[in-house]
């Protein structure tokens, strides 16, 4: 056979290869090794799918083929429309604000020493999960000033710049000189030069009235002024004191404003003292005076965050707080990538900073926002937990979403078809953004 070989005949035949998988394994070991996973995807993934596209076309029963019916619901049921219309705007505001924050913290925080511990800071938040986040900003927009951070920076900002009433309970008593008018008291009868005028109210809390009250004083007769007194006309204990008069316990109402009134209009007016004392001169003559409806006014106790208009930002302020320490994480990955040369050269071409960051920086990191955006459009897609704890009851139906009708159609209202169709509406809402992703990724592995 060497001879044969040597001398030119035909070569003996190859024995036959054996099939192997690019990577050098053999495809029948590769198919076992990867069929338990497989099985697991079509049990946890494929199967739950198919069940919820078919269950989507049949009846509350299950029993009775339904057609379209469930998916006519999505857009006739008024909860799903306002779930919808939630989805819309958490899809445009949350990974838009929650990613030009990250893009904003990158970069501030690129240069400075405390750079590395801000984004610690910043990112913490994804350490905890959405059921605590849920929590604390419902402790957070508690509407009680003195419990809800939020409300008590809010009041605080707010009084700095209109001062609040202390005296907002305060009403005329028995036997009263003074009439409602207008969110105010007024006197029954006009006065004179030279009369002492008393003006006593009732209905504030001893522990309410103000620090700098003190013992209320009997008017003094001036020829030519008008004096008077407004107190706290009440003293504890049945049958002490003298009503309409000031008693030794009894306190004035410092900071209380006196108009005097002719016509209509104000012709002067006053504050009283510590001691509820007020005096006005001759022009008050022939006017009747006036408490305003500005010394009864509410205390300012902020906003009401978790009210009807209000819960839907609310609750997308906390997963900015969540997620922005993602996106600045990211962002920051795809900053320092950037060759600075061009940075540089930019500067030295005349540039502004603002000039660099917006026409070289943010270009060069598209694909990173990009990456960031979708990432988290896919995930607002699915927000549930955050709507279900921090809403209360009276305002979960204003800040429903898609994931939160879908638990409810199928738990709470035992509406499993329309729950059904719910999670396929979802899926499909969801394979665009997905779509986009894989092809945006694939062009980035050609370049």
Same mark, same amino acid.
């Given at each position: 056979?060497?001879?044969?070989?040597?001398?030119?005949?035909?070569?003996?035949?190859?024995?036959?290869?054996?099939?192997?998988?690019?990577?050098?394994?053999?495809?029948?070991?590769?198919?076992?090794?990867?069929?338990?996973?497989?099985?697991? *995807?079509?049990?946890?993934?494929?199967?739950?799918?198919?069940?919820?596209?078919?269950?989507? +076309?049949? !009846?509350?029963?299950?029993? @009775?083929?339904?057609?379209?019916?469930?998916?006519?619901?999505?857009?006739?049921?008024?909860?799903?429309?306002?779930?919808?219309?939630?989805?819309?705007?958490?899809?445009?505001?949350?990974?838009?604000?929650?990613?030009?924050? @990250?893009?904003?913290?990158?970069?501030?925080?690129?240069?400075?020493?405390?750079?590395?511990?801000?984004?610690?800071?910043? +990112?913490?938040?994804?350490?905890?999960?959405?059921?605590?986040?849920?929590?604390? +900003?419902? *402790?957070?927009?508690?509407?009680?000033?003195?419990?809800?951070?939020?409300?008590?920076?809010?009041?605080?900002?707010? !009084?700095?710049? &209109?001062?609040?009433?202390?005296?907002?309970?305060?009403?005329?008593?028995?036997?009263?000189?003074?009439?409602?008018?207008? @969110?105010?008291?007024?006197? #029954?009868?006009?006065?004179?030069?030279?009369?002492?005028?008393?003006?006593?109210?009732?209905?504030?809390?001893?522990?309410?009235?103000?620090?700098?009250? #003190?013992?209320?004083?009997?008017?003094?007769?001036?020829?030519?002024?008008?004096?008077?007194?407004?107190?706290?006309?009440?003293?504890?204990?049945?049958?002490?004191?003298?009503?309409?008069?000031?008693?030794?316990?009894?306190?004035?109402?410092?900071?209380?404003?006196?108009?005097?009134?002719? !016509?209509?209009?104000?012709?002067?007016?006053?504050?009283?003292?510590?001691?509820?004392? +007020?005096?006005?001169?001759?022009?008050?003559?022939?006017?009747?005076?006036?408490?305003?409806?500005?010394?009864?006014?509410?205390?300012?106790?902020?906003?009401?965050?978790?009210?009807?208009?209000?819960?839907?930002?609310?609750?997308?302020?906390?997963?900015?707080?969540?997620?922005? @320490?993602?996106?600045?994480?990211?962002? &920051?990955?795809?900053?320092?990538?950037?060759?600075?040369?061009?940075?540089?050269?930019?500067?030295? !071409?005349?540039?502004?900073?603002?000039?660099?960051?917006?026409?070289?920086?943010?270009?060069?990191?598209?694909?990173?926002? &990009?990456?960031?955006?979708?990432?988290?459009?896919?995930?607002?897609? #699915?927000?549930?937990?955050?709507?279900?704890?921090?809403?209360?009851?009276?305002?979960?139906?204003?800040?429903?979403?898609?994931?939160?009708?879908?638990?409810? #159609?199928?738990?709470?209202?035992?509406?499993?078809?329309?729950?059904?169709?719910?999670?396929?509406?979802?899926?499909?809402?969801?394979?665009?953004?997905?779509?986009?992703?894989?092809?945006?990724?694939?062009?980035?592995?050609?370049?």
């Amino acid at each position: 056979m060497t001879s044969a070989t040597a001398a030119g005949g035909p070569p003996p035949p190859a024995a036959p290869k054996s099939r192997k998988s690019v990577t050098g394994t053999r495809k029948t070991v590769a198919a076992l090794f990867l069929l338990p996973a497989l099985v697991l *995807l079509g049990a946890l993934v494929v199967y739950p799918i198919g069940y919820s596209v078919v269950r989507s +076309f049949y !009846d509350q029963s299950g029993s @009775g083929f339904a057609g379209f019916d469930n998916y006519e619901a999505l857009f006739t049921d008024d909860g799903i429309r306002t779930a919808l219309k939630n989805n819309v705007i958490w899809v445009v505001f949350a990974p838009t604000v929650a990613t030009a924050l @990250g893009l904003i913290f990158a970069v501030l925080t690129e240069r400075v020493r405390w750079g590395t511990a801000f984004k610690l800071v910043v +990112f913490m938040p994804m350490a905890i999960s959405m059921l605590a986040a849920g929590i604390i +900003f419902r *402790l957070v927009y508690d509407a009680d000033p003195e419990k809800g951070v939020a409300n008590a920076v809010w009041v605080g900002i707010h !009084d700095t710049f &209109a001062e609040s009433s202390a005296f907002p309970k305060a009403h005329p008593g028995r036997e009263s000189p003074l009439e409602a008018q207008s @969110g105010g008291f007024i006197t #029954k009868a006009t006065v004179q030069t030279g009369d002492t005028v008393t003006l006593p109210l009732v209905g504030v809390a001893p522990e309410q009235m103000p620090g700098d009250a #003190k013992r209320a004083v009997s008017p003094q007769a001036d020829p030519g002024m008008i004096t008077g007194t407004t107190w706290q006309d009440f003293t504890r204990g049945k049958g002490v004191g003298t009503l309409g008069a000031p008693d030794a316990t009894e306190l004035g109402y410092p900071g209380m404003k006196i108009e005097a009134v002719k !016509d209509g209009k104000v012709v002067e007016s006053a504050r009283a003292g510590a001691d509820g004392t +007020f005096s006005l001169s001759e022009k008050a003559d022939g006017a009747q005076l006036r408490l305003p409806a500005s010394n009864f006014k509410e205390p300012y106790n902020g906003l009401d965050w978790l009210g009807p208009s209000l819960v839907t930002p609310s609750i997308i302020g906390s997963y900015i707080w969540m997620w922005a @320490g993602f996106a600045m994480v990211l962002i &920051a990955a795809g900053l320092a990538g950037i060759p600075r040369e061009l940075l540089e050269a930019a500067r030295v !071409d005349g540039a502004s900073e603002w000039q660099v960051f917006r026409r070289v920086t943010v270009p060069l990191l598209a694909p990173v926002l &990009a990456v960031v955006i979708v990432t988290l459009m896919i995930n607002v897609l #699915k927000i549930f937990d955050l709507v279900y704890i921090i809403a209360p009851g009276s305002a979960q139906d204003d800040a429903n979403v898609l994931a939160l009708e879908l638990y409810r #159609k199928g738990f709470s209202e035992d509406q499993p078809g329309i729950a059904s169709a719910i999670s396929v509406f979802l899926l499909l809402l969801v394979i665009p953004v997905m779509w986009f992703n894989i092809r945006r990724l694939r062009r980035e592995v050609r370049r």
